[in-house]
């Protein structure tokens, strides 16, 4: 998984909890995105990052926030989860945003959460 | 609306034979094209990238064409594996100032043996 790490892998909690998911690079890679996969859906884009503490929403960003202090770490906080987010969220990293093979996006292993 | 589909929905194959899997899209303007194989329990990983001008492309077992003119593409396999079992999801780039993923939902493969 290209020298990406998220973590955890699993977790359950209650509706109205705080949930933070971490993903970790150790590609020095400048970009790096947050997304969900549903059934029925594509991947969805919830919001992705262009350096440090530069971010930006995706499609899907009601109810999330980021944060990124460091270029390998990029933090996906669920301020008060639902169960409408129990999903399968996947980090992701590319070199760079315009064409060609940078552009790539390498995917993490991803993070199983449920919302009770 | 941009949109990209899939077909067929799922496919089962007995190991060693081949398969071709389909890709429309309405993604306009286009920039590129490109098929992510994703195993259960994992992340996506690209499987090749085309652009416009460029009607094939192969890595290894795997061939993709692309038709830009009826926005379609296929991802042929060759001679399949029990490994080859995954989903495989076509994402299309929108050019411009908006340079979007879209993706699809993928074909779900099962190769038995």
């Known amino acids: 998984d290209a020298g990406i790490t998220q973590s955890p892998r699993h977790k359950v909690t209650e509706t109205g909890t705080p949930v933070t998911l971490r993903c970790h690079q150790t590609?020095?890679?400048?970009?790096m995105y947050w997304y969900r996969q549903d059934p029925g859906h594509g991947l969805r884009l919830i919001h992705y990052?262009?350096?440090?503490?530069?971010?930006d929403k995706g499609e899907v960003s009601d109810g999330y926030s980021v944060s990124r202090s460091k270029t390998e770490d990029f933090l996906l906080t669920l301020e008060s989860a639902t169960s409408s987010q129990t999903s399968v969220y996947f980090c992701?990293?590319?070199?760079?945003?315009?064409?060609?093979?940078?552009?790539?996006?390498?995917f993490g292993p991803g993070t199983r959460l449920l919302v009770l | 609306k941009n949109q990209v589909e899939q077909s067929p929905q799922s496919l089962i194959i007995l190991e060693g034979k081949n398969c071709t899997l389909q890709c429309n899209y309405t993604v306009s303007p286009f920039s590129n094209l490109r098929w992510y194989k994703q195993d259960t329990g994992r992340g996506p990983v690209s499987l090749t990238i085309?652009?416009?001008s460029e009607n094939t492309k192969s890595n290894g077992r795997y061939t993709a064409t692309l038709d830009a003119d009826t926005k379609q593409s296929s991802l042929h396999i060759t001679a399949s594996q029990l490994s080859d079992s995954a989903s495989y999801i076509c994402?299309?780039?929108?050019?411009?100032?908006?340079?979007?993923?879209?993706w699809g939902l993928g074909t779900s493969l099962a190769v038995n043996p």
């Open positions: 992701a990293i590319s070199e760079t945003w315009t064409s060609g093979e940078q552009e790539t996006q390498y």
């Open positions: 990052s262009y350096g440090v503490k530069d971010t």
């Open positions: 085309m652009t416009f």
């Open positions: 994402v299309v780039r929108a050019a411009g100032n908006n340079r979007k993923l879209i």
């Open positions: 590609e020095n890679h400048r970009y």
